[in-house]
């Protein structure tokens, strides 16, 4: 499979070619950014599945099948070839932490947002003032923090620990649109797609996998902050393209596939298009700024600026091949593709 597409105009009969909405993604995508895996992935799974073992966070069979799907440890393989055996372990039982813990709110949320308060609130707690947990997900929370202090600087875990709480704002602002009586229009439903995808906690672990800290000057660079915030959209984007389907049917809003869809008013290829689009341009902007900052920086601020970058073809990767979105491989395309297409 070619890494890298060229696009054509939407609508052409090109598009005809695409029997799945997964066809249809990797024709019109723009992605430079090759598979790579990490060669620790299998020590890491291990470790994921007895982790989350001791957490107690696997004892309910749905949870343990909802991790079997999700592949924790190869998403931070795929997010960091280069990380050590170590600092992979970590990223993989963040991520899998947060699998447990978003569909865990949403869950929750779906009642009503108010009911997420003392889950998120213990979390907060946890973070920001060291309060001792009380749930099985708040102990999970402290021991990864202990793990990220042992590893990182203290600079880096105060990071990891300010990102972390903004993912944890963002997921009552979730349950809040997603009660709300109108669906959130496509630059909102962005906005909180950003804080919900949880990709940002991983930014300071980007900064431990290289081989000297990084300097004040290099880490809050305006091209550099830029570049932080673009990454984390395409990252989380990419894999909204494949996960439209399952989230439709379970009524999820915070989707910017499905955004385009309602605003729009048309079928969900010609969203997935649309969003495709905005996509693209990020990326490009991306490499722009890459090829801009990356000659002006240290090799350890030119390895997290690539470490960023590998978030996009990482999550990429995984979203187009895990089980959690394998409804998008098999959801048929209607037959007209093009943005201005009525929604049937």
Same mark, same amino acid.
């Given at each position: ?35 790579? %895996?990490? *060669?620790?992935? $299998?020590?890491? =799974? /291990?470790?994921? !599945? +007895? ?79 060291? %309060?001792? *947990?009380?749930? $099985?997900?708040? =102990? /999970?929370?402290? !021991? +990864? ?79 550099? %902050? ?7 959209? /395409? ?92 409804? /998008? ?16």
């Amino acid at each position: 499979m070619s890494v890298t597409h060229e696009e054509t105009s939407v609508g052409e009969p090109g598009d005809a070619c695409a029997s799945s909405l997964v066809e249809l993604i990797d024709a019109h995508l723009h992605m430079p950014y090759p598979f790579r %895996r990490n *060669p620790y992935e $299998a020590e890491a =799974a /291990a470790g994921v !599945d +007895l982790w989350l073992a001791e957490c107690g966070l696997t004892g309910e069979a749905e949870v343990a099948a909802m991790i079997a799907r999700t592949r924790p440890a190869q998403l931070a393989s795929y997010n960091g070839p280069d990380m050590d055996a170590g600092l992979l372990r970590i990223a993989a039982n963040q991520i899998a932490y947060q699998f447990v813990f978003d569909d865990r709110a949403e869950e929750i949320g779906r009642e009503s947002p108010e009911s997420l308060l003392p889950m998120l609130t213990e979390s907060v707690g946890v973070l920001r003032d060291g %309060r001792p *947990p009380v749930t $099985a997900l708040g =102990a /999970a929370l402290a !021991d +990864l923090f202990d793990q990220v202090r042992l590893r990182c600087t203290p600079a880096q875990a105060a990071r990891w620990a300010w990102k972390s709480r903004e993912y944890v704002h963002g997921l009552l602002y979730e349950a809040v649109a997603q009660a709300g009586s109108r669906p959130p229009r496509v630059d909102l439903c962005g906005s909180i797609r950003s804080l919900t995808a949880g990709v940002e906690p991983f930014h300071p672990l980007c900064e431990a996998a290289q081989p000297a800290e990084l300097l004040p000057e290099e880490l809050h660079h305006p091209a550099v %902050r830029r570049l932080s915030r673009l990454s984390a959209d /395409a990252a989380v984007w990419i894999p909204d393209l494949f996960s439209a389907v399952k989230e439709r049917r379970s009524g999820g809003v915070i989707n910017v596939a499905l955004a385009y869809e309602r605003s729009r008013r048309c079928s969900l290829p010609a969203a997935v298009l649309l969003a495709v689009r905005q996509i693209n341009d990020t990326i490009r902007e991306v490499e722009r700024l890459r090829a801009v900052v990356s000659p002006v920086l240290s090799p350890a601020g030119a390895g997290y600026v690539e470490a960023l970058t590998g978030w996009i073809g990482g999550c990429y990767h995984w979203s187009r091949t895990v089980p959690r979105y394998a409804d /998008a491989a098999s959801e048929p395309l209607r037959s007209d593709p093009s943005p201005q297409g009525k929604k049937g």
